[in-house]
């Protein structure tokens, strides 16, 4: 049959019950300014909607790249980009073009589902070897997964659903070994950690992808690989064309060139948020939280199942990560506002005592 290949998918999936509080996804908690927005409404009433966006979105990328080079000090140009409907689009363009198709994907677990899913999808195995019990990368592992011979591979750095950053080193020597590497940022924003960034643009065999979807603007699904110029290029001959509509394109350009500072402030205020609720999770005995460079932290609890479940009858939504493999009893909690961010602290100390 047809769709035999299809039984066993695994979909991705999120978690959609409805709560006051929502520390779910790792989105940003903050909307855009009503200034912002109304920027945005300007532009949006000038595109003609009966026509086909930009192809290339040249006005997007200059806009992105002059971001990124401003905050990273490090120059980007629109060539060094490619464009993706979400990050999500560009992994499963990755696993697509890159290689061998009869050749492994590499990934550590747990990590960010994506790279399964998009194996699993176009058929390709999967080179998979485990982080420790700190959720951290190590020789024995990579080594596991390098034998399998992959020709490419994935590592989240911070690392999601975990929070926390990878060795630097030991990513280094399978870039050395020339594997195509994909260095998935998603949530560098919130980091202190040194990207990948400069190797990007000197490795002909490793990219960096990046999202906007952290930041504040998940509903235009926007994310973007940084590659030298001429990988970019050839990746960018697969990406599907239009991928990038017009809509997206126009809010994008706004937020990216005149809403830089806020989104910095928010941003600043998420990593605040993050540290102060860590403290005061940590100090109840029974939950174990685990270092986070992500807008969400890592927690356990001797019941995972159950502290989901009684969140939300307290009206908080946060992801239990149980089913995971070495991640039992452990739930994934999204920064978000101090007062969104105090009901859950309210919430978790009234389960513990």
Same mark, same amino acid.
């Given at each position: 049959?047809? !769709? ?16 006051? +509080?929502? $520390?779910?996804?790792?989105? &940003?908690?903050?909307? =855009?300014?009503?200034? !912002? ?22 006005? =997007? ?6 971001? @990124? ?52 999808? +176009? ?18 592992? @990579? ?57 990007? $643009? ?6 960096? $992808? ?6 504040? !603007? ?69 939950? %174990?939280?685990?270092? &986070? ?19 939300? %009858?307290?009206?908080? !939504? ?30 978790? %100390?009234?389960?513990?005592?």
């Amino acid at each position: 049959m047809y !769709l035999d290949r299809l039984k066993n998918l695994k979909a991705y999936k999120t978690e959609t019950t409805p709560c006051k +509080v929502k $520390l779910s996804s790792n989105e &940003s908690p903050f909307d =855009l300014s009503d200034r !912002l927005k109304n920027r945005i409404k300007e532009e949006i009433v000038k595109i003609n909607f009966q026509r086909y966006p930009d192809p290339h979105a040249k006005e =997007l990328k200059e806009a992105l790249s002059g971001f @990124i080079s401003d905050e990273e000090k490090i120059e980007i140009t629109p060539e060094n980009l490619v464009l993706g409907n979400g990050s999500d689009e560009i992994i499963h363009l990755l696993i697509t073009v890159i290689g061998d198709l009869k050749k492994p994907v590499m990934y550590p677990v747990p990590t960010f589902p994506m790279y399964q899913v998009s194996s699993d999808v +176009v058929g390709r195995s999967k080179a998979e070897f485990f982080l420790d019990d700190n959720f951290q990368l190590t020789e024995e592992g @990579i080594e596991e997964g390098l034998n399998q011979n992959p020709d490419i591979v994935f590592f989240a750095s911070p690392n999601n659903p975990t929070g926390n950053s990878f060795d630097r080193n030991l990513i280094m020597k399978v870039i050395e070994k020339g594997i195509f590497t994909v260095i998935d940022e998603a949530y560098i924003h919130f980091s202190d950690k040194e990207s990948f960034l400069k190797e990007a $643009l000197e490795y002909d065999n490793v990219v960096v $992808l990046r999202t906007m979807s952290k930041v504040g !603007l998940a509903s235009i699904r926007l994310g973007y690989l940084i590659a030298k110029k001429e990988v970019a290029g050839q990746i960018d001959k697969a990406r599907l064309p239009f991928n990038i509509t017009y809509p997206t394109q126009v809010i994008g350009k706004v937020v990216l060139t005149e809403g830089k500072e806020e989104l910095k402030n928010q941003i600043k205020a998420v990593k605040e948020e993050r540290e102060r609720v860590i403290k005061e999770i940590s100090k109840i005995p029974d939950v %174990k939280v685990y270092p &986070s460079d992500a807008n969400f932290f890592l927690m356990k609890t001797p019941d995972g199942n159950k502290t989901h479940q009684e969140l939300i %009858k307290k009206g908080v !939504l946060t992801r239990n990560m149980s089913h995971l493999p070495k991640m039992e009893n452990c739930i994934r909690v999204s920064v978000g506002k101090k007062e969104e961010n105090d009901e859950f602290i309210k919430a978790i %100390k009234e389960i513990f005592t």
